[in-house]
């Protein structure tokens, strides 16, 4: 049987999230998302993602501390940095060095230490490229920062505020794992033929970079630029449609209601920023929007997805659009890395088969 994109194929069975799109429902490990991200840091969370169980208090400051030693990268890999132009695209060079990542724990069959370190290392590697495509020279990481403020520091060198490392911190946890996506499917196409866990990254990394995937927060970005006033929404949108273009933010493969990560990052924009015109034009866009969308595509239940609000955080902390898919993949490793794991735990190489349709 052929079905284009795979559409409604099962074609992994997995322990790590529960997607369901009919209720609008999002699980990790069985834990709704809401409550697994309540109150937990990013490595908390992505231990959680990787054993299947949350860290026990004694094993906390071990577990920092691997995630804190692999912040600090290999000095080849500072060096390939410092090689690439100025004008590469931020993901062709996250792209580049994660393929060239190793140190000798690599040596080794994939395990949890190895995802510590591509994950670890990601945040560091973006904060380099961005910081020397604008002439700026790289920050060491600042070991009494976690994760998601080290994340910042390294991009800014400032201290960050606590709302914006909450709201960075919100969307990492929110966006770490979403099932069978096209990138994680991609890592585990790659780890299925026993290849190693950074070329399962280096496969999920060039298949994020597409903008029906990952892409799609600076794109809409670019569509509530266009709009700008509340008064333009309908016909920059209406425009969009007549000529066959999707607007982005919103759709979803899976989700057929609100997207839960969208409804809990709304939540957050609200919290960070009340009043801001940008911020509210959001809010209305996505009224106006999603009532267009049921207008003129009547059934496809079209409602905002992640990137949506994504874009809307990320503009609320300064970050710029060129930083959006970058971010994104630094959380997605999380997931890359629990799913190559698993598929290793009882592999078989995919390898569907083609319809020959040609003359
Ligand atoms: C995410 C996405 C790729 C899912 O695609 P999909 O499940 O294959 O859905 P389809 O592309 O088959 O869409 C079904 C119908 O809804 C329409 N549609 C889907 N998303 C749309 C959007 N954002 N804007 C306008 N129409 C859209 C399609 O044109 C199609 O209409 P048709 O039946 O008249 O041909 C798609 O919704 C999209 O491109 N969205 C915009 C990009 C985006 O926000 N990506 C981030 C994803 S997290």
């Given at each position: 049987?052929?079905?284009?994109?795979l559409?409604?194929?099962?074609?992994?069975?997995?322990?790590?999230?529960s997607v369901?799109?009919?209720?609008?429902?999002?699980?990790?490990?069985?834990?709704?998302?809401?409550?697994?991200?309540?109150?937990?840091?990013?490595?908390?969370?992505?231990?959680?993602?990787?054993?299947?169980?949350?860290l026990?208090?004694?094993?906390?400051?071990?577990?920092?501390?691997?995630?804190?030693?692999?912040?600090?990268?290999?000095?080849?890999?500072?060096?390939?940095?410092?090689?690439?132009?100025?004008?590469?695209?931020?993901?062709?060079?996250?792209?580049?060095?994660?393929?060239?990542?190793?140190?000798?724990?690599?040596?080794?069959?994939?395990?949890?230490?190895q995802?510590?370190?591509?994950?670890?290392?990601?945040?560091?590697i973006?904060?380099?490229?961005?910081?020397?495509?604008?002439?700026?020279?790289?920050?060491?990481?600042?070991?009494?920062?976690?994760?998601?403020?080290?994340?910042?520091?390294?991009?800014?060198?400032?201290?960050?505020?606590?709302?914006?490392?909450?709201?960075?911190?919100?969307?990492?946890?929110?966006?770490?794992?979403?099932?069978?996506?096209?990138?994680?499917?991609?890592?585990?196409?790659?780890?299925?033929?026993?290849?190693?866990?950074?070329?399962?990254?280096?496969?999920?990394?060039?298949?994020?970079?597409?903008?029906?995937?990952?892409?799609?927060?600076?794109?809409?970005?670019?569509?509530?630029?266009?709009?700008?006033?509340?008064?333009?929404?309908?016909?920059?949108?209406?425009?969009?449609?007549?000529?066959?273009?999707?607007?982005?933010?919103?759709?979803?493969?899976?989700?057929?209601?609100?997207?839960p990560?969208?409804?809990?990052?709304?939540?957050?924009?609200?919290?960070?920023?009340?009043?801001?015109?940008?911020?509210?034009?959001?809010?209305?866009?996505?009224?106006e929007?999603?009532?267009?969308?049921?207008?003129?595509?009547?059934?496809?239940?079209?409602?905002?997805?992640?990137?949506?609000?994504?874009?809307?955080?990320?503009?609320?902390?300064?970050?710029?659009?060129?930083?959006?898919?970058?971010?994104?993949?630094?959380?997605?490793?999380?997931?890359?890395?629990?799913?190559?794991?698993?598929?290793?735990?009882?592999?078989?190489?995919?390898?569907?088969?083609?319809?020959?349709?040609?003359?």
């Open positions: 049987m052929f079905q284009k994109g559409k409604n194929i099962v074609a992994v069975q997995t322990h790590i999230a369901d799109g009919d209720s609008g429902t999002l699980q990790y490990r069985g834990v709704p998302v809401a409550q697994a991200i309540h109150s937990r840091s990013f490595e908390e969370l992505a231990f959680f993602m990787w054993e299947g169980r949350f026990a208090r004694d094993e906390l400051e071990q577990f920092t501390g691997q995630f804190n030693y692999h912040r600090e990268l290999p000095e080849h890999i500072q060096q390939l940095i410092r090689l690439l132009p100025a004008e590469l695209p931020l993901m062709d060079g996250l792209r580049t060095t994660i393929s060239a990542y190793s140190t000798d724990i690599f040596n080794r069959l994939p395990g949890r230490e995802a510590i370190a591509l994950t670890a290392a990601m945040p560091a973006i904060a380099s490229l961005y910081r020397q495509k604008h002439g700026l020279r790289p920050i060491p990481s600042n070991t009494d920062l976690g994760h998601t403020a080290n994340f910042l520091w390294l991009l800014t060198g400032i201290l960050p505020k606590q709302v914006h490392i909450d709201a960075l911190g919100t969307y990492l946890k929110l966006t770490m794992e979403h099932g069978m996506n096209a990138s994680t499917f991609a890592a585990r196409v790659t780890i299925s033929t026993e290849s190693d866990l950074t070329a399962a990254v280096t496969s999920a990394l060039g298949t994020m970079k597409g903008p029906l995937h990952g892409g799609a927060p600076s794109g809409v970005i670019d569509l509530l630029e266009e709009i700008a006033v509340p008064d333009h929404i309908r016909s920059v949108v209406l425009n969009k449609l007549q000529q066959g273009a999707k607007i982005m933010g919103f759709g979803h493969r899976i989700y057929r209601t609100a997207d990560r969208s409804v809990l990052l709304r939540e957050k924009c609200l919290e960070l920023q009340a009043h801001d015109p940008w911020l509210d034009l959001a809010v209305q866009a996505e009224e929007i999603t009532e267009l969308l049921a207008e003129h595509k009547p059934g496809r239940q079209l409602h905002t997805n992640v990137e949506f609000y994504a874009a809307a955080v990320m503009r609320a902390i300064q970050l710029p659009p060129e930083l959006f898919t970058p971010v994104f993949s630094a959380a997605r490793s999380v997931g890359w890395c629990a799913h190559a794991l698993e598929q290793l735990e009882d592999n078989v190489i995919f390898r569907p088969q083609s319809e020959y349709i040609g003359s």
